[in-house]
């Protein structure tokens, strides 16, 4: 999971460059076609961050199971920060964004909640079998 992740936030030009225009040729179609203007490139492109480290915030999650999910968040606004500031550094075509921290966060917050609801549900289904 990290490799993909390193190679997209160190990668030399923002990689959603290759398809700006075709991603912008079809929010055009969907806002024409009755989707809102606030489902927009940036929207797209926030959803994007918070998925990218929905998987973060899973598998630290499993990891570390006596972590709460907030220490987790933490955790990927760790990573996110190291990421930004990296980009800041030492690439020229990319940019450092608060936002991206924001984002980033989310989704590990997302996928360390979704380990404690799916963690709960599994405990509920196994009570019921213990007592018969």
């Given at each position: 999971m990290m490799i993909p992740l390193a190679l997209i936030a160190f990668w030399p030009t923002p990689v959603d460059q290759p398809i700006q225009g075709l991603l912008a040729r079809i929010l055009r179609f969907l806002h024409r076609n009755g989707i809102p203007d606030w489902f927009s490139y940036r929207f797209v492109e926030a959803s994007a961050n918070v998925a990218l480290f929905i998987p973060i915030g899973f598998i630290s999650s499993l990891?570390?199971?006596?972590?709460?999910?907030?220490?987790?968040?933490?955790?990927?606004?760790?990573?996110?920060?190291?990421?930004?500031?990296?980009?800041?550094?030492?690439?020229?075509?990319?940019?450092?964004?608060?936002?991206?921290?924001?984002?980033?966060?989310?989704?590990?917050?997302?996928?360390?909640?979704?380990?404690?609801?799916?963690?709960?549900?599994?405990?509920?289904?196994?009570?019921?079998?213990?007592d018969l």
């Open positions: 990891a570390f199971l006596q972590k709460p999910w907030w220490r987790i968040g933490a955790f990927g606004l760790l990573i996110s920060g190291c990421i930004e500031l990296g980009q800041l550094l030492f690439l020229k075509d990319r940019f450092a964004s608060p936002g991206d921290l924001v984002t980033n966060a989310s989704g590990a917050v997302i996928g360390a909640l979704l380990v404690t609801a799916l963690l709960k549900k599994l405990q509920a289904r196994r009570r019921p079998a213990a």
